[in-house]
């Protein structure tokens, strides 16, 4: 049975940067697609980022492209979450997630059965 746990949330100021790294137990191979996802506060869960493959096939929300930069190092079974540029509504928790959604729902929580219990990411003005 594959777990996923997040590590890295923590509170910064804006305009800063923060790393997120998530570790899988067990096996996933390359067609398993691993994501980031976040809840604002008030607000839904949302998808973020998300890669499959290898060297790694990624899209990103609208809300973080061009700030945040997910990647995946299959041999240690990590997927991380490079935020830069971190603005006071990044302000959520953040879960990693794994499986098996099509390829229009990548960054729609169906597909996705495996989840982490999130971290806390703060981000002050």
């Known amino acids: 049975e594959v777990r996923v746990t997040e590590s890295g949330g923590g509170t910064v100021q804006a305009g800063g940067s923060l790393t997120l790294s998530c570790t899988a137990s067990g096996y996933t191979c390359y067609s398993t697609h691993m994501a980031w996802f976040r809840q604002r506060p008030g607000k839904a869960r949302e998808g973020i980022a998300s890669n499959v493959g290898y060297p790694g096939d990624t899209i990103y929300s609208d809300s973080v492209k061009g700030r945040f930069t997910i990647s995946r190092d299959h041999a240690k079974n990590t997927l991380t979450l490079k935020m830069n540029i971190l603005k006071p509504e990044d302000t959520a928790i953040y879960y990693c997630?794994?499986?098996?959604?099509?390829?229009?729902?990548?960054?729609?929580?169906?597909?996705?059965?495996?989840w982490g219990q999130g971290t806390q990411v703060t981000v002050t003005v």
């Open positions: 997630a794994a499986g098996t959604p099509t390829s229009d729902y990548r960054l729609r929580e169906v597909g996705y059965h495996i």
